[in-house]
């Protein structure tokens, strides 16, 4: 039988070495996370803070955590510690909540924004305009303890291939909008968070640059 490491070189030989693979362990064990760590994997993804939190804590320290779900603004204090990127910023004042934490831990946090590329309602993201409201504000300006590294988005959940491509090539454009109006050419502002077990192929092959992927390598998920 496959193991979960089998299934992450798999994967690995697959996608191009400048992506990078955040493993997405949610709903994991340690057990299961030790697998791929011991393997040399070190970034990977939640989705709610208090699964986050126990994990940082019980698993080696070198591990890059992602925080990629919604997250709310009373709960940053918790992860403004040890985040290393936070995909999932969809608010403004999210992003001034984190700002807040961050100098308080005396760190700089890096995030994504995410955009609200489907078509179901029940996903999380701005709209291109608020994004541009934002970047263009005097308050933005003043955002010290975070920094803009890039865009997230995620897909409409469907078979129809042609729909995931085009809401990826909108995000696409989106992020080359942005960075041209907003951010130097040579700027941290580089990465499209943009693919998961089902999409990551075309998500590539339309330019992202990190890939958020859970069943392909750990199998599917049993929600408790
Ligand atoms: C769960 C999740 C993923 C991974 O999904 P898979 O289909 O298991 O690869 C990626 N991104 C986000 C935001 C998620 O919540």
Redesign the pocket.
Known sequence: MKTISDNLQEIKSDIPDNITLVA?S?TRSDEEIMQIYQAGHRVF?E?KVQELIAKQKSLPKDIEWHM??HLQSNKVKYIAGFIDLI??VDSFNLLKIINKEAKKNNRLINCLLQIHIASEHTKFGFSIKDVEEILSSDEFALLQNVKITGLMG?ATFTTDNEIIRKEFRYLRSCFKLLKESYFSDDSEFKELSMG???DYNIAIEEGSTIV?????IFGE?NYK
């Open positions: 997405v949610k993804g989705n990629i779900g995909h999932s995620m998961m077990t089902n958020r992927i859970g069943t392909l998920r």
